[in-house]
């Protein structure tokens, strides 16, 4: 059996036999220390020709990219803090060290803007360029889980989505020209920065105590949306053992890419937002909304019907005919990924 015919999900799960119950579930470990703090640790590999490319970024921007992945990670689970990175790096004898300077440089001015520190890593010659990150951080108020949805919560996006994978399609010029013809220059500059410097969103973390009603308890499922919004509300369906039922009308999409062809589906499926898409009760939701900016309502999660598969986990609300689109990039396997297999 190779690794393209298990899949990514299936070799999780396959994994999940060596770790505690439930470790896997999601992209961060929580270790409680002794000092009775939740530490948050978050390792992601990037890989050249898989995941970044320099036809679409410089060093700087990878560098920052690099940073922000692993620290969505971490507001994905709760984390209001961080604590900082690790970095292991594999690249040829030939890379130049401008290169090398510019990908750190990246890294710091993310640290310097979210906090922590650059805690140290290891380098090797390789014959493709590799960045190996670990971050870690402290946990806030409580975790966010993606099995801690429950039917009848509200689903909630923290900002819009596509605008990276417009992003990246204008970094590619792969646009129709019509549509190229017709971009807004802001929005065209608001795509290109959302692609190459997104925000991990540990500013909605904070948002979720300070709209936190007194009468709820802490019950939060979520996860980013580095994979797509559908991919994340899928994992928030299936791992929380519900249905999620999307409104058509309430996508999280800039008002300025309505227009475009591609933007529904880019919306789902175009991935690398790095938004966090949350399952909170009701009257949580709504308060959150009225403290973040760009937050929205997109729909809501129901009981699992009997004879539900996962091919179904996501339904639109009006029609209850499933969502349709890529669940996001999967690793081992032939699907193609939005940049010739980068992602």
């Known amino acids: 059996m190779l690794l393209r015919d298990l899949g990514e999900w299936e ?5 999940a036999i060596y770790a505690p119950p439930g470790q896997l579930d999601d992209d961060a470990a929580l270790l409680v220390e002794r000092a009775g703090r939740t ?3 978050n390792t992601d590999v990037l890989v ?3 995941h970044f490319s320099d036809a679409t970024m410089g ?5 920052w990219r690099a940073a922000a992945a692993n620290l969505s990670d971490l507001a994905a689970m709760g984390c209001q803090q961080v604590v900082g990175l690790t970095v292991g790096m594999v ?4 890379t130049p060290w401008a290169w090398v300077e510019g990908v750190y440089s990246g890294l710091s001015e993310a640290l310097v803007r979210y906090g922590g520190v650059l805690l140290g890593g290891d380098c090797s010659g390789g014959a493709q360029r590799l960045l ?3 971050a870690l951080g402290h946990l806030g108020r409580g975790a966010i889980r993606r099995g801690d949805g429950r039917p009848g919560d509200a689903l909630l996006s923290t900002g819009p989505h596509g605008l990276s994978r417009l992003g990246l399609a204008l970094l590619l010029q792969e646009l129709p020209v019509q549509s190229g013809a017709a971009m807004i220059p802001a929005l065209a500059e608001r795509a290109v920065r959302a692609h190459r410097r997104p925000r991990p969103r540990l ?3 904070a948002a979720l105590a300070v709209s936190q009603p007194p009468h709820c308890p802490w019950r939060v499922g979520g996860t980013d949306s580095s994979d797509g919004l559908l991919a994340a509300v899928a994992a928030i369906a299936r791992t929380s053992g519900c249905q999620a039922l999307l ?6 999409l800039d008002a300025a890419m309505a227009g475009l062809p591609e933007a529904e589906n880019w919306c789902l499926s175009g991935g690398e937002d790095f938004e966090l898409v949350l399952a909170l009760a009701p009257v949580w939701a709504q308060a959150l909304v009225q403290v973040l900016p760009g937050a929205s309502l997109i729909g809501e999660l129901r009981a699992t019907e009997a004879g539900t598969t996962p091919a179904t986990s996501v339904l639109w609300q009006d029609s209850d005919q499933p969502v349709t689109g890529s669940e996001g990039w999967c690793h081992y396997t032939k699907k193609a990924a939005p940049e010739d297999g980068l992602q």
Do not use: S
């Not at 060093?59 to 560098?63: E, K, M, R, V």
């Not at 690249?91 to 030939?94: H, I, K, L, N, S």
């Not at 409104?247 to 999280?252: I, V, Y």
């Open 59 to 63: 060093p700087a921007d990878l560098g």
């Open 48 to 50: 050249e020709g898989l």
């Open 91 to 94: 690249a040829p004898g030939d």
């Open 203 to 205: 500013d909605a973390v």
């Open 247 to 252: 409104q058509r009308g309430a996508l999280p």
């Open 39 to 41: 530490l948050v640790v």
């Open 11 to 15: 070799l999780l799960k396959r994994l």
């Open 132 to 134: 190996a990150v670990t």
